[in-house]
């Protein structure tokens, strides 16, 4: 390259930044929305883009890299090969088949399994000390496959879990109260989707807990409307999966806001599935992942936030352990 003649020749190279490296597993629907979250947010200096079709992903690359005079610079590599993967910091799965309309999460286990097995081992062969977030359904099986498949230590293998749920969750809230759903504190913990548990006690507006407030108001009425609130949580990705056939927006910026409190050591908390052993009465010999508000950087999983849950709360999420437990057990791992 000969546009720049250098200033001088005998000066040192000037010290460089270690370069983070993210690299996204599939790039359909969710992969890609993720991709561009990251791009756009200027979360990483190099994008690796992997998937087992190969002009869809070129396609996809020559897209991005497009766009280049418009963004944050960012290396765009692509390949269904993945040596391109090396050295990454952080890796995100979402290769999967996708749900259809009225398949539940669970039902596409079996699909998803075996393609793990083609991709974890080539992710921690070559990038053995990113961390490994797993987005693809059902996630928290997912997780614990990744997790088995990889040899990782637990704390560098995530599930982007009900983060997203807790988002919606909040959007809801905010909705409802005409505040701004970033001043909403809200979380849905446990299994992601249809048996996610939403932690009332913990819900506070601008500071305000709003459960303790409805009580000394006496507004009964509004309890049955946070229930209503929880299910729409719930119904929202069937109803989104529905209409336009994926959903995509919100976990690509729900799955960004991990990529970021990682990769720039944030230390935010996160509702994110981890490995639910031995937390909230989930039995030691249970290694299932569920999600509990956790805190994240550089090195993944750096503690899990001790939240009181009520007695119905925490059974709920043994029951779902429970159900995960079972399931794992017939996987074979
Ligand atoms: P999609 O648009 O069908 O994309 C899947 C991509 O994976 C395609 O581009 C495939 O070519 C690719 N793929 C398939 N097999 C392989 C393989 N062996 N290696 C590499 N790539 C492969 O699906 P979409 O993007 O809509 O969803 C992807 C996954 O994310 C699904 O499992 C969804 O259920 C899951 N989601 C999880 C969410 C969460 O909150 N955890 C939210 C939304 C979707």
Redesign the pocket.
């Known amino acids: 390259n000969h546009f720049f003649k250098p200033i001088d020749r005998s000066a040192p190279p000037s010290p460089t930044k270690r370069h983070t490296k993210v690299t996204v597993?599939?790039?359909?629907?969710?992969?890609m929305a993720i991709a561009q979250t990251i791009l756009t947010q200027d979360l990483s200096d190099v994008l690796a883009l992997?998937?087992?079709?190969p002009d869809?992903l070129r396609g996809e690359m020559l897209d991005l890299q497009h766009a280049a005079a418009f963004l944050p610079r960012t290396r765009i590599l692509a390949s269904d090969d993945y040596s391109v993967t090396s050295g990454s910091d952080l890796c995100i799965i979402?290769?999967?088949?996708?749900?259809i309309p009225g398949e539940s999460r669970l039902d596409?286990l079996q699909r998803?399994l075996n393609?793990f097995r083609?991709?974890v081992p080539e992710l921690a062969r070559r990038s053995p000390d990113s961390i490994l977030m797993v987005?693809?359904?059902p996630?928290d099986v997912l997780t614990y496959v990744t997790w088995k498949l990889s040899g990782f230590p637990s704390n560098r293998v995530i599930g982007?879990g009900t983060n997203?749920d807790s988002s919606r969750f909040r959007f809801l809230i905010a909705d409802h109260l005409e505040v701004n759903a970033q001043d909403v504190q809200a979380y849905m913990v446990g299994e992601?989707g249809d048996s996610s548990v939403a932690l009332w006690s913990s819900i506070s507006v601008g500071g305000v807990p709003i459960l303790s407030f409805l009580e000394k108001q006496e507004i009964t009425y509004e309890k049955e409307l946070l229930e209503k609130i929880r299910k729409a949580v719930v119904e929202s990705a069937y109803e989104v999966i529905r209409l336009k056939g994926?959903?995509s927006w919100a976990?690509g910026y729900s799955v960004a806001s991990l990529a970021r409190s990682i990769l720039r050591d944030q230390h935010r908390i996160h509702p994110i599935s981890l490995l639910a052993k031995g937390f909230y009465g989930i039995g030691d010999e249970k290694e299932v992942f569920l999600s509990l508000p956790a805190q994240l950087g550089r090195s993944g999983v750096l503690g899990v936030t001790n939240v009181h849950l009520t007695e119905e709360e925490a059974g709920k999420l043994r029951h779902s352990a429970e159900t995960l437990w079972e399931i794992q057990k017939q996987l074979g791992i």
């Open positions: 597993v599939g790039t359909g629907n969710v992969g992997v998937d087992n079709k869809k979402t290769a999967g088949a996708r749900q596409l998803n393609m083609s991709i987005v693809s359904n996630v982007s997203l992601h994926y959903t976990i």
